[in-house]
C-alpha cells in the first residue's frame, strides 16, 4: 500500500477513535452494465463484434465527524475491455480537514487517495448519473490514460473564495499513482515491451471561476504535470548488441524490441468552459499536452530527447427536455501530435497503424430516468480514426479500419 494511503488509513483510525463524530456515516453507490455494438473495429473486445464487457459497480461512504473533518471512500469495480479488468479497489480513501471556513473563505487539505482535480468530470467520471453520456468525452478524458489521470496518493489542499467579482476555487495536488497494466506501452508502442511504465509522479493545480456577472458561466484551467520512466527495461550483452545493430540496419522500426531506457514527461494545459441557459447546457474543453521523451536508449546507445503536442478538444450541448428525458450531441477531436495530425510519421518510425493516433468523432445521444434512481442511456457515434481504442493490448492494431460506427446503450442504477 503508498505511503500516503497509509496515512490516510491511521488518521482515519485515529478520527474514528476519539468517538467525537456529529453525523453518522452515509453510503450510496451505482451499478451500471452495458451492450456495445461496434462491427467495424473492436471496442472493448479483441475483435468487432457485440460485446457486454463495460460494467461499473461503486460504492461510496461519506462520514462528517465534525464540522471540520470529513472522512470519504470509494470502493469501485470496473469492467472496461483490457482497460480494467473489474478486479474491486480503493477508487479514492482521504480524511478532508477544512481549516478555514468563514462567510466568504474556505479552505483545507485532503489526504489520502483523492481524486485528481482535472477538468470539469474527471472527479465524477465514475458515476453513471454524473456524467454527460456513456462516456465522458475521450478527447480530453483519456481511457488509456486513465489510471494517471483518475487519482493519486498524495493530497490536495483547496480554497474556496466569494468575492464581488464572483466564486473562485483553487486546488493544489501533488503525490503518485501506480499504472497496473500495459496501456501506455501499447499507447507508445503499439506492443508490450519488456519492462513497464508502472510508477507516475503527478503535480498540479486547477482552477475555476463563476463569475458575478454571468452566475450560469463556469470558467476553468487546470495544469498537470506527469513524470513516468520504463522500469526494469531489457539489457543486452555486448554480442546481443550486435545481432541488434544488424537487425536495425535491415529494418528501424524493430528498435521497439531493443528499448533499453525511455522517460515521459507530460506537461498539460486544459482550459474549460461551460453555460447553463434555460434547459439548455453547453461545455468546451481544450486540452494542449506537451510531451517531452527523454533518457531514450536503444541498445544501451543513448539517442536524441524528443518533443511532440499532443490536442484535444470537445464541443458539447445538452438538453434537459424534461425531468426524464436529456439529449446531448457531442464533436470531438484528438491529435497524439499536432505535427503529425495524419499519423503517417508515427507509422514510418514505428511500424504502428497511424489511424492510432487521431480520432474524430460526432456523438448523438439521449438518457431517459425510468425512475430517479433508474435510467437508459444510448448513443451512437460516428468516428474517423482509432485513437480512442489505442492502448488495448488484445486487438490487431493493423486491421483497424479508418471509419467506424459505435452504438451503445447502457443500463444504471443509483442507490
Do not use: C
Not at 513497464?196 to 463569475?211: A, L, N, R, S, Y
Not at 483497424?400 to 442504477?413: A, D, N
Request: without cysteine; aromatic residues 14%; glycine residues 8%.
Amino acid at each position: 500500500m503508498n505511503r500516503s494511503l497509509q496515512l490516510s488509513t491511521l488518521f482515519i483510525g485515529l478520527a474514528l477513535s476519539t468517538g467525537a463524530w456529529s453525523d453518522k456515516p452515509t453510503f450510496n453507490g451505482f451499478v451500471s452494465q452495458a451492450a456495445i455494438i461496434s462491427n467495424d473495429n473492436p471496442f472493448y473486445d479483441d475483435e468487432p463484434d457485440n460485446n457486454f464487457n463495460l460494467r461499473e459497480i461503486g460504492l461510496t461512504a461519506n462520514w462528517n465527524l465534525t464540522k471540520e473533518i470529513r472522512l470519504a471512500g470509494q470502493a469501485l469495480s470496473r469492467k472496461a475491455g483490457s482497460f480494467n479488468s473489474s478486479s474491486p479497489e480503493i477508487d479514492f480513501l482521504l480524511v478532508d480537514y477544512n481549516f478555514w471556513l468563514s462567510e466568504h473563505l474556505s479552505s483545507g487539505v485532503r489526504l489520502g487517495r483523492v481524486k485528481n482535480p482535472y477538468g470539469l468530470y474527471n472527479a465524477t467520471r465514475d458515476v453513471p448519473h454524473a456524467r454527460p453520456g456513456v462516456f465522458v468525452p475521450r478527447s480530453v478524458y483519456f481511457e488509456s490514460f486513465r489510471e494517471a489521470l483518475q487519482r493519486i496518493d498524495g493530497g490536495t489542499v483547496y480554497l474556496s473564495n466569494t468575492s464581488n467579482l464572483g466564486d473562485l476555487n483553487i486546488d493544489l495536488s501533488l503525490g503518485s499513482t501506480t499504472i497496473e497494466t500495459t496501456t501506455v506501452e501499447y499507447q507508445v508502442f503499439q506492443k508490450d515491451i519488456v519492462g513497464e511504465f508502472k510508477d507516475v509522479d503527478v503535480e498540479g493545480f486547477k482552477i475555476e471561476f463563476v463569475p458575478t456577472a454571468v452566475r450560469d458561466l463556469t470558467l476553468g484551467f487546470t495544469w498537470y504535470n506527469a513524470e513516468m520512466a520504463l522500469q526494469d527495461a531489457a539489457t543486452f550483452t555486448p554480442l546481443e548488441q550486435f545481432a541488434g545493430f544488424m537487425v536495425l540496419l535491415g529494418d528501424p522500426t524493430q528498435f521497439t524490441n531493443y528499448v533499453t531506457g525511455f522517460n515521459i514527461d507530460a506537461e498539460m494545459n486544459l482550459f474549460s468552459a461551460q453555460y447553463s441557459w434555460n434547459q439548455w447546457l453547453f461545455t468546451g474543453e481544450l486540452l494542449n499536452i506537451d510531451i517531452n521523451t527523454t533518457d531514450i536508449e536503444v541498445l544501451h546507445i543513448p539517442e536524441n530527447d524528443r518533443q511532440a503536442k499532443l490536442r484535444g478538444y470537445y464541443l458539447q450541448s445538452e438538453w434537459f427536455a424534461s425531468q426524464r428525458w436529456s439529449l446531448y450531441g457531442r464533436y470531438e477531436e484528438l491529435f497524439n501530435n499536432v505535427d503529425d495530425k495524419d499519423g503517417i510519421g508515427f507509422a514510418q518510425r514505428t511500424g504502428g497503424n497511424a489511424l492510432t493516433q487521431y480520432a474524430k468523432a460526432f456523438t448523438l445521444g439521449a438518457r431517459y430516468y425510468l425512475t430517479p434512481d433508474w435510467s437508459i442511456t444510448g448513443e451512437f457515434s460516428n468516428n474517423e480514426g482509432a485513437a480512442f481504442i489505442a492502448g488495448t493490448d488484445d486487438i490487431d492494431y493493423s486491421s483497424l479500419e479508418k471509419r467506424w460506427q459505435l452504438f451503445i446503450l447502457q443500463m444504471s442504477y443509483h442507490f
